[in-house]
């Protein structure tokens, strides 16, 4: 069954969809969804199937996982729903179930959306936290062109038709070309007269070469660096110890609006009662003649038997009375 994980936050609703039996979240590295926030344990809960249903289950961590208010036992699940509200330390997710196509590299996205995330939060300080291509030595030393995406590229060269145009001679007019991938950035020689050089060696020209932050590249007589502040950041972030919230962080954070159109299950449509009956008619049925009758149903007066009865009666007290008689004169 396919979830959709949709991080909602002040700056934008990012999502991210799996279709795996268990979706591990937290501020870790190796978490399936990652999110850099210190009141967030580095493995905080998890999704996992149960059957036809998805429960989410809070991990152990130190601020608690909540569905909507209500904060869930250690390690007791708790079914999710189409819409539901999944709160983790100060952060807020919205579950959707709903048909959707995983998405692609999900390892890969997460980290690019954990980065963007460290990068915005940044950028609201003050900070500038943009991935980018600086020239350190050269003739264009001191510029700098912005990484701003994943999967952003830039071309370098000496034509004007490229995204960064440097003033070297010996440079060709489409020299080079850097694709920002997640934290880390993949350089490529265009095929270029005078080549592209890593640690003073010239890259091949059909293949890509990683950069991470720090790396430097020389093309001609300028010198490159590829910076991600980013990075460092997150991991700064995800070194912290978990960050305790008191009882007022956690009422502080109200559950945003919901963007599911919860839909109510339908009610069973109303039976009317049947109409009362009219009562049946009580039919005396009368007994045979020849019936003998129980005594709850005998008729006032003397029958037949009855005659017999007293007759028996009436013979044996006058024999008893002749009997006791005959005994006293005796």
């Known amino acids: 069954m396919a979830v959709t994980l949709v991080l909602r936050s002040d700056s934008s609703d990012s999502s991210i969809t799996f279709d795996q039996p268990r979706v591990v979240i937290g501020r870790g590295e190796a978490c399936d969804f990652r999110i850099p926030d210190p009141s967030v344990s580095h ?10 249903e998805l429960v989410v289950v809070d991990e152990g961590s130190t601020n608690g996982t909540f569905v909507g208010t ?5 390690h007791s699940p708790a079914t999710l729903r189409h819409g539901s ?44 936290m943009t991935a980018r291509l600086v020239v350190i030595a050269g003739p264009d030393t001191g510029r700098e062109v912005p990484l701003d995406e994943a999967g952003q ?8 038709d490229v995204h960064f145009p440097i003033d070297v001679d010996d440079a060709s007019r489409r020299h080079a070309r850097v694709l920002r991938r997640g934290d880390l950035a993949l350089l490529r020689d265009l095929g270029s007269r ?12 059909d293949r890509d070469t990683v950069l991470r932050p720090g790396d430097q590249f020389v093309i001609c007589s300028d010198v ?4 991600n502040p980013a990075v460092e950041a997150l991991r700064q972030i ?3 110890d978990d960050e305790l919230l008191d009882s007022d962080e956690w009422n502080a954070v109200p559950p945003p609006p919901s ?13 009317d009662p049947p109409p009362p009956s009219e009562p049946k008619p009580v039919i005396r049925q009368a007994f045979p003649r020849n019936e003998r009758r129980t005594s709850t149903q005998k008729k006032s007066g003397w029958g037949r038997t009855d005659l017999i009865v007293v007759f028996l009666a009436l013979v044996v007290m006058v024999l008893s009375t002749v009997g006791m008689l005959w005994l006293f004169r005796t």
């Open 43 to 52: 493995r905080h809960a998890s999704i996992r199937q149960r059957g036809t």
């Open 70 to 74: 209500t904060r869930l036992h250690p």
């Open 85 to 128: 509200m999944v709160r983790l330390g100060r952060v807020w997710l919205e579950i959707k179930l709903e048909s959707a196509m995983p998405t692609a590299q999900s390892v890969q996205v997460t980290k690019d959306l954990a980065l963007a995330m460290v990068a915005e939060a940044m950028r609201r300080e003050g900070e500038c």
């Open 153 to 160: 590229s830039v071309v370098i060269g000496r034509g004007r």
């Open 194 to 205: 005078n080549g592209t050089l890593v640690e003073g060696t010239a890259i091949a020209a």
């Open 224 to 227: 490159f660096v590829y910076e």
């Open 238 to 240: 995800e070194a912290l």
């Open 259 to 271: 963007t599911v159109d919860i839909v109510a299950e339908p009610m069973p449509p109303s039976v």
